[in-house]
Structures are given as structure tokens and as C-alpha cells.
């Protein structure tokens, strides 16, 4: 059987920067999965797909700090993700896992499931909803103030089904 | 300033890498929906399973997805997760189970909206364990919503898995999709 989970592109920053940009995504897989391991000057983390800056973007979020367990949410907002609410700590990289489900599909809103370790911080799940029917076709990741860090690593990967 | 910008031409780059993980079958579920989404015959080639959903139920609200393996109607399941709903979190435990669960699908009063799983069955097919399941859930409503971060599920068989069956107390809606595949090791 042919491989079914396939890099498409991957940028490793050789110098700070505010945006990350994945384009002319191709609409021939099934699901988009986004793995990065960054550190920021600042908190924060936002995804807008399609250059959509519009408040259609909402989450639902569960987070572990290793004191309390805590949930919480936004609705209608221009943001996809969840913004870290803490800055990495010295030599610190966050993991994050984001799964864009059924992202060329022209029926359905788009669900996205993401996990995202701060190791010092919190572990944590969110479900986005991009409520649009438009084929995603591209990614914008924002620092929310200041950059990402050098050595940060921003990976894409296709997953396509039979 | 201007923001620096990093771009990249996602159509441009990246070889596969061959036979890693492989899509074993999927089911779309079609204009009337279905009461079951069954995956039969899975070959135990693969050191672990990985199951992709997009979820709607024919039901107005949102309806509870469960899976059960080789038919196996048993007490033989137990499930626990943690779930936020956007308020409070919580933890849940159930064991000796007839089933255990995939997530919530979206009812159709949600219109567009799909509940979302990506739920892994490790050592499926290994004849000298019990197997373990792990997987994230979440549906959100844009203003409500469940998160199950991580759900876990325990079959309590030795037995390879040869089957899964998926289903809610209503119908699979129109336009779910249940992606198997497999992943070497």
C-alpha cells in the first residue's frame, strides 16, 4: 500500500520571525496534521486559515497544570488555536499538535483538534471550529507579539485515506 | 516595523516516506445515514491502528458514539477521559462495559458542525495483551462545546482485533467519514 502520511512542507527558522506561512496547500489529502515545536518572546500562538481574519473562529479547551484542571472557551473570534498564555521558559520549546479534519471538504465546517505542551507550564487539548465550507488552503501562523525563535520547526503532513 | 515572514509553497515540498502508515479503508456515510460504520477484516500487519472521524448524527442534539470490537458484546470495556466543557473540567471512569467510546457526532440542528476523533488502538494484534486505546475528541459549537483530552479505552481480550464497529443510540449522520489505517513498526 502506497504511504498515506506525507510531509508536504517544513520551514526550520534560522532567524526570529513573526509569521509562518503555508500556501497553495493541496486539496488531495484527507486531514492536514501541523506539528511544531517553538519558542516565542511573547506568548502566544494564532492560526488563521485562508488569510481569513474574520470572528468566525471559536474553541473549547482543557488544560492541566500540574495544580488544577481547568477548561475554558471563545466564540466568534478571528483566532484558530489558543493562545499560550505563558512565555517558554529558558531553552524551552512548545509541542503542538494541530489536526485540521477533513480540511478540503466543501460541505462542512472545519474541525480542528490540537495538543500543545508547555512543559513547564501545562499540558492541554482544544477543539477549534472554522466555520466555513471554503477547501483550506492555506495557513497563517502569528506570533501574537514579537517572534518565534530561532530553531523553531513548523512541519505540515498530509494524511490521505483509501 | 514589517513582521517578518517565513513562506512556504505547501505544494512544493516533501518526499513520502514509503509504507508507514497506511490507509487500510474508510467509510463515508451516505444521504440517509447509517447505523453502524464497520471495519471488517483488518489484517494484523501493523504494529497499531489509527482510526480518523469526522462524526454527525441524525439526531436534532448531539449523540454519543461507541465502539466495540470483534463483535464482542461482553463486559469486556473500560473507558476514562477527561473532558472541559468550556467552563469546568471533569473526569470520568466506566468499567465493565458492554462498549467504549469514540466521542460525541454533532446533531443536525448544529448545521455544518462535525464532532472530531482521532483515536489510536495499540498492539492490536498482539495475542499476549489486553488492548489499549488512546484518543482526543472535541466538538465545538462556537460558544459550546466538549473537549476529551485524552479518552482512553481498555478491551480486555487477547485476541487480535479483526473488526470494529462504530454507532450511536441514533443513525451516523450524512457526510461522516471513519478513516482506518494502519502503522507499521
Known amino acids: ?162 | 516595523m514589517l513582521p517578518s515572514l517565513i513562506g512556504v509553497i505547501a505544494s512544493s515540498g516533501g518526499a513520502a516516506v514509503a509504507g508507514d502508515f497506511e490507509s487500510i479503508a474508510t467509510v463515508n456515510v451516505g444521504s440517509g445515514g447509517s447505523a453502524t460504520v464497520t471495519f471488517t477484516s483488518i489484517p494484523s500487519t501493523y504494529q497499531h491502528l489509527q482510526i480518523r472521524g469526522i462524526t454527525k448524527s441524525t439526531a436534532s442534539s448531539s449523540d454519543f458514539l461507541y465502539l466495540r470490537v470483534n463483535s464482542d458484546t461482553g463486559t469486556n470495556y473500560s473507558s476514562h477521559r477527561i473532558q472541559g466543557d468550556g467552563s469546568s473540567a471533569a473526569a470520568f471512569g466506566f468499567a465493565n462495559q458492554d462498549q467504549c467510546w469514540f466521542g460525541f457526532a454533532a446533531g443536525t440542528s448544529n448545521t455544518n458542525i462535525f464532532g472530531a476523533t482521532v483515536l489510536d488502538i495499540l498492539d492490536y494484534a498482539n495475542t499476549n495483551k489486553n488492548k489499549t486505546m488512546r484518543a482526543l475528541h472535541g466538538v465545538d459549537y462556537n460558544g459550546s462545546g466538549t473537549v476529551f483530552a485524552p479518552f482512553s479505552n481498555a478491551w480486555y481480550s487477547t485476541s487480535a482485533i479483526t473488526s470494529i464497529t462504530i454507532y450511536g443510540a441514533s443513525d451516523i449522520g450524512q457526510y461522516s467519514s471513519f478513516a482506518l489505517y494502519g502503522i507499521k513498526g
Do not use: H
Not at chain 1, 10 to 16: H, I, M
Not at chain 1, 114 to 128: G, K
Open chain 1, 1 to 162: 500500500m502506497p504511504s498515506t502520511y506525507t510531509p508536504i512542507a517544513t520551514t526550520t527558522l534560522g532567524s526570529p520571525a513573526s509569521v509562518v506561512s503555508f500556501t497553495s496547500i493541496s486539496g488531495s489529502y484527507t486531514d492536514l496534521r501541523l506539528v511544531s515545536v517553538y519558542r516565542g518572546t511573547s506568548t502566544g500562538i494564532n492560526c488563521y486559515p485562508n488569510s481569513d481574519f474574520g470572528s468566525n473562529k471559536s474553541w473549547t479547551a482543557i488544560r492541566g497544570t500540574g495544580t488544577v484542571a481547568e477548561s475554558s472557551r471563545n466564540s466568534s473570534i478571528a483566532i484558530q488555536d489558543y493562545w499560550q498564555t505563558v512565555t517558554n521558559a529558558t531553552g524551552e520549546f512548545t509541542v503542538s499538535k494541530m489536526d485540521f479534519m477533513n480540511y478540503s471538504n466543501t460541505t462542512t465546517f472545519k474541525t480542528v483538534l490540537v495538543r500543545r505542551d508547555v512543559t513547564s507550564a501545562y499540558t492541554e487539548a482544544i477543539v477549534n471550529l472554522y466555520r466555513s465550507t471554503s477547501a483550506l488552503t492555506s495557513l497563517g501562523l502569528y506570533s501574537a507579539s514579537g517572534n518565534f525563535d530561532t530553531g523553531s520547526t513548523f512541519t505540515l503532513y498530509g494524511v490521505k485515506s483509501a
